[in-house]
């Protein structure tokens, strides 16, 4: 089981096409944790990936997925991040096998249960997961059966979705983190951490920008936040790191009852 950092921490969040090795490595100055890819492990999240990049999206598209896996974890072995990688699959065993690559060297593995691109959800990936809970629940006991610290990453504002069930269904599975992409709604943040099993970590994503948009989560009871677009602009991580810090310090008390 892979030493995740002590809460609250900074998560680099996946950005696929983006978000390898070298990407990990330069945000580790600033963040504590690193999740990369997306990266489409089985034939059929594959296929979808390809119509992705046809229309325009960037995407990871290697030859042998796992082999890309384990040579992004391989290199970011001496960067001081802890590393992760999401990953999208239509079918559970590439699951079992990227996970198990994870849990060898002290990685995350993200089951993505967030992509909305159509040509993803029509093979059941990314947020088609958020409604097909036992599917979801299953790929999260077969990665943390694997041994890999499990993280889910979610959306909120899915129509139909409960996500306080999602978070009980995986929580139960094994999921160690929930990794949330509140969209416009602060507030799911707040549903979540208050209903939450206990010992699963939420770590709230979308536009975590500076001290402000930390304290609003932290007073929400977020456990860590998470950038995306961010992560690759140094003055961007470097202002979010500070916010973090403070809030690890105590220093964002102030802050926290004014956005309470
Ligand atoms: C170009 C791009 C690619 C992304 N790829 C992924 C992905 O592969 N997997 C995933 O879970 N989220 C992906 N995301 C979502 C981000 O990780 C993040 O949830 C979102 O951008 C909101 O956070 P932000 O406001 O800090 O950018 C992507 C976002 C962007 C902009």
Known sequence: MTAAPAAPFL??????????????????????????????LDPASRDAARELVARGRSEFLPDDPLAWLGRQLRATADAPVVPGINVRSATIEPV????????ERDAICEIN????????RA????????????????????????????????????????LTAVARAVAAAGADWLHVDAMDSEAVVAELTRTAPAGLTVVANNGVRGHDTVAAYAARGADAVSIGRPSTDPQARSRVAEAVAAWRDG??????????
């Open 123 to 162: 093979v059941g990936c990314g947020e088609t997961l958020l409604a097909d809970r036992d599917r979801l629940a299953a790929y999260v006991a077969a990665a943390a059966d694997a041994g890999a610290t499990t993280s889910v990453k979610v959306r909120a504002e899915v129509p139909g979705v409960d």
């Open 251 to 260: 220093r964002l008390t102030g802050r926290l009852e004014a956005s309470s």
């Open 96 to 103: 079992c096998k990227a996970a198990a690559a994870c849990a």
């Open 11 to 40: 998560v680099a969040a996946s950005l696929s096409g983006r978000a390898d090795a070298d990407w990990a490595r330069a945000a580790s100055d600033h963040v504590d944790c690193a999740v990369m890819g997306g990266i489409a």
């Open 113 to 120: 249960a967030h992509c909305r691109q159509p040509e993803l």
